[in-house]
């Protein structure tokens, strides 16, 4: 009890804090975010080891103490009652030992019987060598884990054989099978070959390699990051990663060419095969990705408190290093997303967790509206639109004139970028304009577009950031993907999370999802305007839009 008074004591102080530093921040840097999770300077990258334990969720990440670009790489430490507010602590791990003197590299955690949480992650020695390490919390019974002890068996794997020592890392949470033995897989590239390694364990602590890799892929490189689990088909509840049971399948996740991609398929636990049922593993813009924007080296966990799977990934920068210096920072996490199966089964749905409604103030509501083709944008007011939460559906009739792909396969990201938001087609483009100026010359639009292939009707969804921004040395990348939906009988929904520099967008209700990094330079702070439009020959219905502005956070230190 006094462990969860302690915890609690230190949620009111983030709660009703007055987050003056943080708060500081918009008015010397627009780009800082409001509501997505970043520490208060200096580089962060991957996710690592997220977990629910004692009534606290703690989130580690790759983190430089000492500036704002990588290295001294350490396993930075938060803490948080609901996802939304976090207290930052030490970094959990430090780069002192000569297995890991040069990065406390990714990995994640695993709770063993006890219940015992470990951290089983990378570290990499002064040649470059990716060795496999393990680090305990020094005090069980203090209710935030501060310090954590590196294991005086480490390193607990190497590279021997067929693995190159620079292509062997990111261990997995660990999962128990049938016969009480723990298994986790680790990522590399064996012969050319992206694969996830399998190891097994009595303890959690000495580990051996199986026969053979849990799954690998001959045409892709190496994989980073990979994650295992399962998912319920028969709702929406996630699964813990050691449950055996019906009535599910499996996500393997691997990080690759700069995305995240994913298959769903049948695990047997008896033997440890996994048979992907989706188009397995490779280098393409059809294949299924959690994100078609900037998101990588994901990690997920299960949350045992409201039973659901939640989801971070990393969104790196798209403007420079010496950006970074300037700001002092470089680096946030996307907003956790719950993560379960889609209805068909064929791919996941993804989420904000439930928890951002808390963040939510007022509201704006637009219903109804016919918007004609290729008229002026229609600017929605009241909005504080550079930290926003944007629902909006549409919906589309008599789509004979849609117009004409040859082909029922077609890339999605060179569609956006050939069609793109200045391109009047018959339906679409049409959706909203975000981080908009008053006058459109700068402007990120997220928007769809209906297409009649040789047997069905394809939604494309993109995000078009070629007009984010007047800066010249910026991304202003174009990304695309489908939507696997019937504009003919479903509306097309879309949700976007806008946060300063970053536009997160769920199209579909979560079946695709699409972020992306803008620096304007004109629609900054209260500057920011939102626009609904429709630059298509054919009217299209504006059913439904609901805003809120959000309001931030609290980041708190408390050492």
Same mark, same amino acid.
């Given at each position: 009890?006094?462990?969860?008074?302690?915890?609690?004591?230190?949620?009111?102080?983030?709660?009703?804090?007055?987050?003056?530093?943080?708060?500081?921040?918009? @008015? !010397?840097?627009?780009? *800082?975010?409001?509501?997505?999770?970043?520490?208060?300077?200096?580089?962060?990258?991957?996710?690592?080891?997220?977990?629910?334990?004692?009534?606290?969720?703690? &989130?580690?990440?790759?983190?430089?103490?000492?500036?704002?670009?990588?290295?001294?790489?350490?396993?930075? @430490?938060?803490?948080?009652?609901?996802?939304?507010? %976090?207290?930052?602590?030490?970094?959990?791990?430090?780069?002192?030992?000569?297995?890991?003197?040069?990065?406390?590299?990714?990995?994640?955690?695993?709770?063993?019987?006890?219940?015992?949480?470990?951290?089983?992650?990378?570290?990499?020695?002064?040649?470059?060598?990716?060795?496999?390490?393990?680090?305990?919390?020094?005090?069980?019974?203090?209710? !935030?884990?501060?310090?954590?002890?590196?294991?005086?068996?480490?390193?607990?794997? #190497?590279?021997?054989?067929?693995?190159?020592?620079?292509?062997?890392?990111?261990?997995? #949470?660990?999962?128990?099978?049938?016969?009480?033995? /723990?298994?986790?897989?680790?990522?590399?590239?064996?012969?050319?070959?992206?694969?996830?390694?399998?190891?097994?364990?009595?303890?959690?602590?000495?580990?051996?390699?199986?026969?053979?890799?849990?799954?690998?892929?001959?045409?892709?490189?190496?994989?980073?990051?990979?994650?295992?689990?399962?998912?319920?088909?028969?709702?929406?509840?996630?699964?813990?990663?050691?449950?055996?049971?019906?009535?599910?399948?499996?996500?393997?996740?691997?990080?690759?060419?700069?995305?995240?991609?994913?298959?769903?398929?049948?695990?047997?636990?008896?033997?440890?095969?996994?048979?992907?049922? #989706?188009?397995?593993?490779?280098?393409?813009?059809?294949?299924?990705?959690?994100?078609?924007?900037?998101?990588?080296?994901?990690?997920?966990?299960?949350?045992?408190?409201?039973?659901?799977?939640?989801? %971070?990934?990393?969104?790196?920068?798209?403007?420079?290093?010496?950006?970074?210096?300037?700001?002092?920072?470089?680096?946030?996490?996307?907003?956790?997303?719950?993560?379960?199966?889609?209805?068909?089964?064929?791919?996941?749905?993804? /989420?904000?967790?439930?928890?951002?409604?808390?963040?939510?103030?007022?509201?704006?509501?637009?219903?109804?509206?016919?918007?004609?083709?290729?008229?002026?944008? &229609?600017?929605?007011?009241?909005?504080?639109?550079?930290?926003?939460?944007?629902?909006?559906?549409?919906?589309?009739?008599?789509?004979?004139?849609?117009?004409?792909?040859?082909?029922?396969?077609?890339?999605?990201?060179?569609?956006?970028?050939?069609?793109?938001?200045?391109?009047?087609?018959?339906?679409?483009?049409?959706?909203? &304009?975000?981080?908009?100026?008053?006058?459109?010359?700068?402007?990120?639009?997220?928007?769809?577009?209906?297409?009649?292939?040789?047997?069905?009707?394809?939604? &494309?969804?993109?995000?078009?950031?070629?007009?984010?921004?007047?800066?010249?040395?910026?991304?202003?990348?174009?990304?695309?993907?489908? !939507?696997?939906?019937?504009?003919?009988?479903?509306?097309?929904?879309? *949700?976007?999370?806008?946060?300063?520099?970053?536009?997160?967008?769920?199209?579909?209700?979560?079946?695709?999802?699409?972020?992306?990094?803008?620096?304007?330079?004109?629609?900054?702070?209260?500057?920011?305007?939102?626009?609904?439009?429709?630059?298509?020959?054919?009217?299209?219905?504006?059913?439904?839009?609901?805003?809120?502005?959000?309001?931030?956070?609290?980041?708190?230190?408390?050492?």
């Amino acid at each position: 009890m006094l462990g969860g008074c302690v915890v609690s004591f230190f949620l009111f102080l983030v709660v009703n804090g007055d987050g003056s530093v943080h708060a500081s921040q918009h @008015h !010397l840097q627009p780009y *800082r975010t409001g509501f997505h999770f970043q520490p208060l300077k200096n580089w962060i990258n991957d996710p690592n080891g997220p977990m629910y334990f004692n009534g606290v969720y703690h &989130l580690f990440y790759q983190y430089n103490p000492y500036g704002p670009l990588w290295g001294n790489i350490s396993w930075g @430490h938060s803490i948080s009652h609901d996802l939304v507010n %976090w207290f930052i602590l030490e970094p959990a791990l430090s780069p002192k030992e000569t297995y890991d003197i040069e990065g406390c590299l990714s990995g994640s955690t695993t709770i063993l019987d006890g219940p015992k949480p470990i951290i089983l992650y990378t570290g990499q020695d002064s040649d470059k060598n990716q060795l496999q390490n393990l680090a305990f919390p020094k005090n069980l019974s203090d209710p !935030l884990l501060k310090d954590w002890i590196k294991w005086d068996g480490n390193p607990i794997l #190497t590279a021997v054989n067929d693995i190159n020592s620079s292509q062997f890392r990111d261990p997995s #949470t660990a999962w128990m099978g049938p016969d009480g033995k /723990w298994r986790m897989v680790i990522g590399s590239e064996i012969n050319g070959h992206g694969t996830a390694l399998l190891y097994y364990s009595s303890n959690g602590f000495n580990w051996t390699r199986s026969d053979k890799p849990l799954h690998f892929s001959s045409e892709t490189g190496m994989w980073e990051c990979p994650d295992f689990y399962p998912v319920s088909s028969v709702g929406k509840n996630g699964i813990d990663v050691s449950f055996q049971g019906n009535n599910t399948v499996h996500v393997l996740k691997a990080s690759y060419n700069g995305h995240e991609y994913y298959v769903i398929g049948s695990y047997d636990p008896q033997t440890d095969q996994f048979l992907a049922v #989706t188009q397995d593993f490779r280098v393409s813009n059809m294949q299924l990705r959690y994100d078609y924007g900037r998101f990588y080296a994901s990690k997920s966990f299960y949350d045992s408190a409201k039973q659901r799977r939640v989801l %971070w990934g990393w969104v790196d920068e798209g403007d420079s290093e010496l950006d970074a210096i300037k700001k002092g920072w470089s680096g946030l996490q996307s907003f956790p997303r719950s993560v379960w199966l889609s209805d068909t089964h064929k791919q996941l749905v993804q /989420w904000p967790v439930e928890e951002i409604e808390k963040l939510r103030a007022k509201q704006v509501n637009m219903k109804n509206i016919e918007l004609k083709g290729e008229t002026s944008p &229609l600017k929605v007011p009241g909005l504080r639109a550079s930290q926003a939460d944007i629902e909006v559906f549409f919906s589309v009739t008599n789509l004979s004139d849609a117009e004409q792909i040859d082909s029922d396969v077609f890339d999605p990201q060179l569609l956006c970028e050939q069609k793109n938001a200045s391109s009047s087609g018959s339906f679409g483009p049409f959706g909203i &304009l975000v981080l908009a100026s008053k006058n459109l010359t700068e402007y990120t639009a997220v928007f769809f577009r209906v297409f009649k292939g040789p047997n069905k009707f394809h939604v &494309l969804m993109c995000s078009d950031q070629s007009r984010s921004s007047v800066a010249e040395k910026v991304d202003k990348s174009i990304y695309g993907t489908f !939507l696997d939906l019937d504009p003919l009988h479903e509306k097309i929904s879309l *949700r976007s999370l806008i946060d300063h520099s970053i536009v997160e967008s769920f199209g579909g209700e979560g079946l695709a999802c699409i972020t992306a990094r803008v620096y304007p330079k004109i629609a900054i702070n209260k500057h920011a305007k939102l626009y609904v439009f429709n630059n298509g020959t054919k009217n299209v219905t504006l059913s439904s839009l609901n805003a809120w502005n959000m309001n931030k956070t609290r980041i708190v230190p408390i050492g």
